[in-house]
């Protein structure tokens, strides 16, 4: 079974940007990992996009593929550009490959054990001084680095969703985290074109802790009946100008996500105020997870299918 798409031997072209470049190998291919990688890819890195299985690795470059589109679209991108980019992402199956690059960027599921186990591998494959970075959106990072044998190695890079068309990243150096790796995330996430704010370790770091909060209160005044989930939305988008309604921003997020990051809050800070609203929970026990599953406040036509 072949898997990869292999861009190991890439023409390097004319871009400056191309003779130096790193290879990055992103972990998860979901929604941020399919993000991540376009993104990588943008700016001139060779990447390597790994999911547990053939089927979902695939189903990320696709994914990273029509957000490519979506940006030449938007005339956010040229044609060029794209075109280059999509040759820079390569597929893989599993960690075996993750000793080809200098920088490592997990984007799996929100759980601790899992990226726990995740990093405790990534550290024995990959070569001695490659980057290792977590994409958790909330998780303590020294918790999440507490089985490396060098937990100085890794650091939080919190990008956001979605990737290419939102500009800032969270750094958020872990209490084991040495200065100098933090310094080298920093480099690289601007080396993309992001912001960088800077967060200490503390469970939801700046951004998700306040989001969590805005969204778990719109599904309990859903719950009470307090409104629809319509004029919810609507009120937060022509009241405040947000972009986009609590509800439509958590089907855009997941609500498997944005659940698993309460508990997150709930867990580090045991404060009621993260307490999740049982009708979440239930949303996600009927796997109603938002735009990826088709459904989740909203129905959409097709999972994945908006670029
Ligand atoms: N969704 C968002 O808006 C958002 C924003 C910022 C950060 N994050 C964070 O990014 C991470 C990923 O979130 P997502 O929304 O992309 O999730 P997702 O569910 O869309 O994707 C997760 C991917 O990881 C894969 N996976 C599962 N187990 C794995 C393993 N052992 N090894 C490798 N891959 C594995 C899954 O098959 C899936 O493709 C989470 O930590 C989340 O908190 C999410």
Known sequence: MSDATRADDIAVGSDPRQSVQRRVFVVGAGIMGSGIAAQCALAGYPVTLEDVNEEFARRGADHAERALDHAVRRGKVSEADRQAARTRIEVAIGLRRVDSAQVVIEAAPENLAMKRELFRQIEEGAQAGALLATNTSSLPITSIAQDLKDPGRLVGLHFFNPVLQMPLVELIPGHTTRPEVTEE???????????????????????????????????????????????????????????????????????????????????????????????LRTLVAARKLGRKSGEGFYRYPAPGASG
């Open 185 to 279: 995330a920093r480099r690289f996430a601007e080396s993309l074109g992001k912001t960088v704010v800077a967060s200490r370790d503390t469970p939801g770091f700046v951004t998700t802790r306040a989001l969590a909060v805005l969204i778990n209160e719109a599904a309990w005044m859903l719950y009470e009946g307090v409104a629809t989930k319509e004029d919810i939305d609507t009120a937060y988008k022509l009241g405040f100008h947000h972009p986009m309604g609590p509800f439509e921003l958590a089907d855009l997020v997941g609500l498997d996500t944005a659940l698993a990051i309460l508990d997150v809050l709930w867990d580090g800070f045991r404060d009621s105020k993260y307490r999740a609203c049982p009708l």
